[in-house]
């Protein structure tokens, strides 16, 4: 079964940057759209950011859009989450999804058809 498995997440302090990173089990993925979530202490899990299977298109939240960037490495399976200037609010547990469809993924979480496990992200204020 394919997995996806992310890394990166750790504490930090507001301003400060951190990089996550999700790798897929399969090479399959690299034909997949793939991004981001994120759900902070109890809170719902809400959309940050999602890229095209070929690298060429992304989006992104408005809480996010200007200071994270999504971006992918075929040849390596993995897509990546470049996160700067963080805020204690962008404290929370971050997940990678993969889906054959790249539209909509803040209205389809539901139907995305893999998910990671998750990495904390904790910002210190």
């Known amino acids: 079964q394919v997995q996806l498995v992310e890394s990166g997440g750790g504490l930090v302090q507001a301003g400060d940057s951190l990089r996550l990173s999700c790798t897929a089990s399969?090479?399959?993925?690299?034909?997949?759209?793939m991004g981001w979530f994120r759900q902070a202490p109890g809170k719902e899990r809400e959309f940050v950011a999602a890229?095209?299977?070929?690298?060429?298109?992304?989006y992104y939240s408005d809480s996010v859009k200007d200071r994270f960037t999504i971006s992918r490495d075929n040849a390596k399976n993995t897509v990546y989450l470049q996160m700067s200037s963080l805020k204690p609010e962008d404290t929370a547990v971050y997940y990678c999804?993969?889906?054959?469809?790249?539209?909509?993924?803040?209205?389809?979480?539901?139907?995305?058809?893999?998910w990671g496990q998750g990495t904390l992200v904790t910002v210190s204020s």
């Open positions: 999804a993969a889906d054959n469809n790249f539209g909509s993924w803040s209205s389809r979480e539901g139907d995305l058809e893999v």
């Open positions: 890229i095209r299977w070929s690298g060429t298109s992304t």
């Open positions: 399969e090479r399959t993925f690299r034909t997949y759209a």
